[in-house]
C-alpha cells in the first residue's frame, strides 16, 4: 500500500490471535511509485563515507495506524441478500400484474394493438404450404438451385444472403402463388406464406386482441387493396405507387425504399435465419464460459493457498467473504443481468406464442425477429455468469471475461435495429459472431501487449472495416468488396450527382466522424485499458444508431405508443446514475496493486454494497428498459402497410 489498503480476517483461521508485520520498502516503486532519487550506493559510500551512507538509506519513515473492525454479520449477509433478490423479482410482480390488467376494460382500451389479423383462409394456407415443404424434399431440392440462381442474378429483390440453405429457401421457388395474393409492390410469385412476420403490439401489459380501425379481425382497412402483377389493384384502381420502385441509382435501388421492397422473405426464412442467433450464442456461450469458470477458481485457489493479496484487485475496504469466495457481494450484485435476462426472454416467448394463436396479416408492420430478441435477453444472462467468474479474481489476465459479452450485446444491438426496416439485407448469425470472434482477439492482444503496433495495426483495421461496412449500408447490402462493385460506386461519385438517401447518408457521416475521433483518441493516448476503448467504441455506435432510428421515426411522423416512451425514459434514468458509478469505480486493474488500493472506499449502501456493485444492478435495469424499448417501439406501426413504411 502506498496510502492504505485493508484484508478480511477470518476468526476460524486465526482462532489464537495473529501478528501485524510491518515493511518498509526502500522506495516507493514496488507499490507503483517514482524510485528513490538515489540508488548508488556505492558512490555515496565512497563521497560520504559508509556510517552517512547507511544514514541516508534509513532515512524513510512512514507513520501508520492499525485499526481492527468487526466484519458484517450473518444476518447483514441474509438481509442484503435478500432486499436484492426482491428487487428484481419486483420486476416479475409488476410484469405479472400488468398482464392480469389486460383483463380489466378501462387499462385494455388504452393498450389494445392497432393490428391487422391474418384471416383465417391465410393462414390455413400458409400453414399447409409450409408443411408441404416439410414432406416434400424432392421438390425443395429442385427448388433451391433455381431459387438461389435468381436471387443472384436479379437485383430487384435486394437480398444480399445468397447462400440461403435449403431450409432457408422461399417457398415461392417451389409453390405458385396467385397474383392476387401478392402484397404491393412485391412481384408476383414472391413468397406470401408467412404467418409470423410483424413485431407483437403489445408490451408485458398488452393484449393480443385486435380490434384495430374498427374493423374485423383479418380484414384490412378500407382501401388497403392489394396491387398484382400488372399495377392494377385487386379493388380496380391503378397502381399509384408502382412509379417509387423505378431504378434510379445503382445496384439497382429504387429512389424510395419502403419496407415492401426489403420484406419479400417468406416468415419460415426469416425465423429460421433470427433463431441461429439464439442458437450460436449459446454455442458460443458454453465454449467460452466453462475455462473462463475453471479459470478463475484456480485464480482463487492460488489467492487462498499463497495469501497474496496483489492477485486480485478488489476494493478491500468493501469486499465481503463467504466461503471460498473473497468478495462475495461483487458476485451477488450481477444477479440483476441473469434475472432479468430471464424476464425479457420469457416477454418475447409470450409474444412469439401469441402470435403463433393470432397471425399477423403478412402486408402490414414490421417484420418480428424474435430470435434476435431472445438472444439479447440470453446474452444479458451470460454477461451475469462472466461478470460474476471475473469478480472472483479481477486482474489483467481476465479482464476481457467481463467485457466480452458486453460486446455481443452492443452488436446485437445495432444488428436488431437494422433488420427492422431490412429484414432481408441482414448479416448472418455465423458472420456476427465471427467478427466478434476478431475483436475479443484484438482485445486479448490490446490488454497483454498494446503497444505502438498494435495500436496501429487496430486504427487501420477500426476506420477500414467501418468505410466497407458504411457502403454495404448505403447500397443496402449490395456493395462488395469486388471490382464490379467499386466501379459502381466510384462512377456514382464521379457524376456528383444528389446522394440517393439523404438520411443514410447523414447517419454514416456522424458515424464516420464519431468512429475516427474514437481511432485518433485510441491512437493518441495508447492506453493500458483497451478492453474499454472497445466496449466505449461499441456502446457509442449502438448509442447513436438507437438516437438516429428515434428520430427518423419521428421525422417520419411514425409515433411511439405511450407505453415505450415511458421505457426509453426509465432507460435513460436508469442509464444516467449507472454510468456515474462505473467512472467512480472502486479499483483499477491497469495500475499496480498499491496504486488500485487509492480508489478502495467503503461501502455505500447497506455496509454491503459499493460503487461498482450499484453499477451491476442500475445497468442491469438499464439494459432490460432498453431491450423492451426495442421490443416496443414499432408496435404503432402494427396497422400500416408495408408499402407505406419507410426504410432508413
Keep these: 500500500m502506498m496510502r492504505s489498503g485493508a484484508v478480511q480476517l477470518s476468526r476460524s483461521e486465526y ?148 447462400n440461403s440453405d435449403s431450409d432457408d429457401s422461399d417457398t415461392s421457388a417451389r409453390l405458385p402463388i396467385p397474383a392476387s395474393s401478392t402484397p404491393a409492390g412485391t412481384p408476383a410469385g414472391a413468397n406470401q406464406h408467412s404467418t409470423n412476420e410483424n413485431h407483437d403490439s403489445t408490451s408485458p401489459a398488452r393484449a393480443s386482441q385486435d380490434t384495430s380501425n374498427g374493423n374485423p379481425a383479418g380484414t384490412p382497412p378500407a382501401g388497403a387493396g392489394r396491387i398484382t402483377s ?103 450484485s450481477n444477479l440483476g443481468y441473469l434475472l432479468l435476462g430471464a424476464l425479457f426472454l420469457v416477454q418475447v416467448r409470450r409474444r412469439r406464442l401469441r402470435r403463433k394463436r393470432q397471425p399477423r396479416h403478412q402486408d402490414y408492420g414490421i417484420p418480428a425477429h424474435y430470435g434476435l430478441l431472445s438472444a439479447l435477453g440470453a446474452g444479458m444472462m451470460v454477461v451475469a455468469v462472466l461478470s460474476a467468474s471475473y469478480h472472483v479474481c479481477p486482474n489483467r489476465l481476465n479482464f476481457q471475461f467481463d467485457t466480452a459479452f458486453m460486446y455481443v450485446l452492443a452488436v446485437l444491438i445495432m444488428v436488431k435495429i437494422y433488420q427492422s426496416r431490412h429484414p432481408d439485407v441482414n448479416a448472418r448469425a455465423h458472420a456476427t459472431f465471427g467478427v466478434l470472434a476478431v475483436l475479443i482477439a484484438l482485445v486479448v492482444w490490446g490488454v497483454l501487449d498494446g503497444g505502438p503496433l498494435f495500436w496501429g495495426v487496430f486504427t487501420v483495421f477500426h476506420v477500414f472495416t467501418f468505410l466497407l461496412l458504411s457502403l454495404r449500408i448505403y447500397y443496402v447490402g449490395q456493395f462488395r468488396l469486388e471490382k464490379e462493385s467499386l466501379a459502381q460506386a466510384a462512377s456514382e461519385l464521379r457524376k456528383g450527382s444528389r446522394p440517393l438517401y439523404r438520411a443514410r447518408l447523414v447517419l454514416l457521416l456522424v458515424a464516420n466522424a464519431l468512429n475516427w475521433m474514437f481511432a485518433i483518441f485510441g491512437l493518441m493516448k495508447q492506453g493500458s485499458d483497451f478492453a474499454g476503448h472497445m466496449l466505449q467504441v461499441l456502446l457509442g455506435n449502438a448509442l447513436m444508431y438507437m438516437v438516429f432510428y428515434l428520430a427518423m421515426k419521428l421525422v417520419h411522423g411514425e409515433r411511439l405508443r405511450w407505453y415505450a416512451w415511458a421505457l426509453l425514459a426509465a432507460a435513460a434514468a436508469a442509464w444516467v446514475p449507472a454510468l456515474y458509478f462505473f467512472l467512480s469505480g472502486s479499483s483499477d486493474w491497469s495500475a499496480a496493486p498499491a496504486l488500485s488500493r487509492h480508489r478502495n472506499h467503503e461501502c455505500m449502501v447497506m455496509q454491503f454494497y459499493d460503487s461498482h456493485d450499484l453499477w451491476h444492478m442500475l445497468s442491469a435495469v438499464a439494459l432490460y428498459l432498453s431491450f423492451s424499448a426495442l421490443l416496443t417501439w414499432d408496435d404503432g406501426l402494427s396497422a400500416v402497410k408495408r408499402t407505406d413504411i419507410p426504410v432508413f
Design 15 to 162: 482462532p489464537y490471535g495473529f501478528y501485524v508485520v510491518a515493511l518498509v520498502l526502500p522506495s516507493e516503486q514496488a507499490c507503483g511509485g517514482s524510485a528513490a532519487e538515489d540508488m548508488d550506493w556505492l558512490w555515496a559510500a565512497a563521497l560520504l563515507g559508509a556510517d552517512a551512507a547507511r544514514a541516508r538509506s534509513l532515512a524513510r519513515h512512514k507513520a501508520f495506524a492499525i485499526s481492527v473492525q468487526p466484519a458484517l454479520t450473518r444476518e447483514q449477509y441474509a438481509v442484503a441478500a435478500v432486499v436484492t433478490l426482491f428487487l428484481f423479482l419486483s420486476f416479475y410482480v409488476i410484469f405479472g400484474a400488468l398482464v392480469l390488467a389486460q383483463r380489466w376494460p378501462p387499462f385494455a382500451k388504452y393498450v389494445l394493438p392497432k393490428a391487422v389479423l391474418a384471416s383465417q383462409t391465410d393462414a390455413i394456407d400458409a400453414h399447409a404450404a409450409e408443411q408441404v415443404l416439410d414432406g416434400q424434399s424432392e421438390i425443395r431440392s429442385e427448388g433451391t438451385t433455381s431459387a438461389r440462381l435468381r436471387r443472384r442474378g436479379s437485383d430487384a429483390t435486394f437480398d444480399s444472403s445468397d
Design 230 to 332: 400488372d399495377g392494377i389493384q385487386a379493388d380496380g384502381t391503378p397502381n399509384t405507387q408502382v412509379g417509387e420502385t423505378e431504378i434510379q441509382g445503382p445496384f439497382g435501388l429504387p429512389a424510395r425504399l419502403r419496407l415492401a421492397a426489403l420484406a419479400r422473405r417468406g416468415g419460415r426464412t426469416l425465423r429460421a435465419r433470427s433463431d441461429r442467433y439464439l442458437y450460436t450464442l449459446y454455442t458460443v456461450a458454453v465454449f467460452y464460459a466453462l475455462p473462463v469458470v475453471q479459470f478463475v477458481i484456480a485464480f482463487q485457489i492460488i489467492l487462498n493457498v499463497s495469501g497474496s493479496l496483489d492477485i486480485c484487485y478488489y476494493n478491500f475496504l468493501c469486499a465481503h467473504r463467504a466461503g471460498a469466495l473473497s468478495d462475495f457481494n461483487h458476485v451477488l
